[in-house]
């Protein structure tokens, strides 16, 4: 079997994009990946994910959605396809956006404000206006920032992984990590299912919610949680197609509702829910969707889009977290095996950062720091651990 510089496993977008940075550094990258690319089962195989610098307090997240958001609109240039689409980010609030309710709104408003970008706030009648859809008796104020939007996220990993291709990384599907040879501290080899051995000079496991499968020692530091997503089919989709509707959080730090505006290849308007989620095992529970959740769904949609009160459910599946219990990012070289690193962590919010997170893995390959990386090395958190993300309803802020 041939040597790679680098070894990646797992071809979602934390490894896809990794083997990207790698190849475009000159290393001779091999990829595997379970099942095809991209994996139906992947957290990031789906139609869509949000793109939103509105990140409450937290002004590093700003920034690096602030950048990722420049590189995808490059990558559409480079790919000639509209992964991004840039429709806009519309906040709803219940109440006025500087009530202490709305503590996520209020900071996101204000940090785009500091920033110098000018978004919209509206009030009911500007909401009425501009988003007819939306039920202006529950939902008095709103924030629209046009500087965001969605990404086809299942699209982007493809494109991504035909582009590592033209870059000379060897994508091997079908191929299940299971186990490492380790020599006197120092990785040497990746050992598959399928009876396989990598050889590699270096591996970097970006392995969503199987990373902690793989490597146990991170077991009490993340959790795999699964989050529904629902498509409903509007008998009349004319308020849903941007200008009016775009991706919309509706008081989620205290919900956890949230959608897209209407998709034409589906032909739906899809919702999901961040929130605690229900915890899964990837490979042993079922990832169907409860009629509790169907039911809290419905609540939902009649309270805050009337309109598709009555629409059909035509599709759902569960979405899978990997969690760290404070909600950052895990990029960084094992403390103990020498030549094995970890990109993992996303918490929900690694597709948005994709442009991102690739340069960020390459660099901790190559022993360097990146702008980034700070908060997101190895570290050691606990049961009293807090998750930060304001935008999440997480009860009492554990998960």
């Known amino acids: 079997m041939k040597k790679y ?8 977008i934390y490894g896809i994009t990794t083997a990207v940075a790698l190849a475009q550094r000159k290393y001779n990258v091999g990829l595997i990946n379970p099942d095809t690319i991209p994996h139906h089962l992947a957290a990031s195989t789906d139609v869509t994910k949000a793109v939103r ?13 602030e950048i990722a958001i420049e590189k995808w609109l490059e990558w559409n240039d480079l790919f000639n396809e509209k992964l991004y689409h ?24 204000k940090n785009l404000l500091d920033a110098g970008y000018s978004p919209d706030r509206l009030d009911v009648e500007g909401i009425k206006t501009r988003f007819p859809a939306v039920n202006t008796s529950e939902y008095i104020d709103a924030s629209f920032n046009p500087k965001a939007g969605y990404v086809e996220s299942g699209l982007a990993v493809q494109k991504l992984a035909d582009y590592a291709r033209s870059l000379g990384v060897a994508i091997h599907e079908g191929r299940t990590a299971n186990g490492f040879e380790i020599t006197n501290g120092v990785l040497q080899a990746v050992k598959t299912k ?13 392995a969503g919610a199987h990373t902690p499968l793989l490597l146990p020692e991170l077991q009490p530091f993340m959790k795999t949680t699964g989050h529904p997503v629902f498509w409903l089919r509007p008998g009349d989709y004319t308020n849903f197609v941007p200008p009016k509707f775009s991706v919309f959080t509706a008081d989620i730090s ?16 899809k919702i999901a829910k961040h929130s605690n989620g229900t915890p899964v095992h990837p490979d042993k529970d079922d990832r169907q969707i409860t009629d509790a959740e169907v039911t809290d769904m419905r609540s ?6 009337p309109e598709l009160s009555q629409a059909p459910l035509v599709y759902t599946r569960r979405c899978l977290y990997i969690d760290t219990l404070d909600g950052h990012f895990w990029i960084d070289n094992h403390p103990e095996i020498k030549g094995l690193s970890v990109s993992t ?9 994709g442009p991102l997170l690739g340069e960020m893995t390459a660099d901790i390959v190559e022993g360097k720091s990146h702008e980034f990386s700070k908060r997101h090395r190895w570290r050691n958190l606990s049961s009293t651990t807090h998750q930060v993300e304001e935008a999440r309803y997480v009860i009492n802020r554990k998960l």
């Open 194 to 206: 399928e009876g396989e051995t990598f050889q590699c000079g270096h591996a970097v496991v970006a």
């Open 345 to 353: 962590g996303g918490s929900g919010h690694g597709l948005k950062m």
């Open 254 to 269: 205290n919900s956890g509702w949230y959608g897209f505006p209407f998709l034409h290849k589906q032909g739906v308007v």
């Open 53 to 65: 610098m509105e990140y409450g307090s937290d002004r590093e997240y700003f920034r690096m959605v």
């Open 86 to 109: 840039e429709v806009g980010f519309l906040m709803l609030c219940k109440d006025k956006i500087e009530s202490d309710k709305h503590t996520f709104e209020k900071h996101s408003y």
């Open 300 to 305: 939902f949609v009649k309270m805050t889009f």
């Open 5 to 12: 510089d680098v070894l990646v496993v797992g071809g979602g």
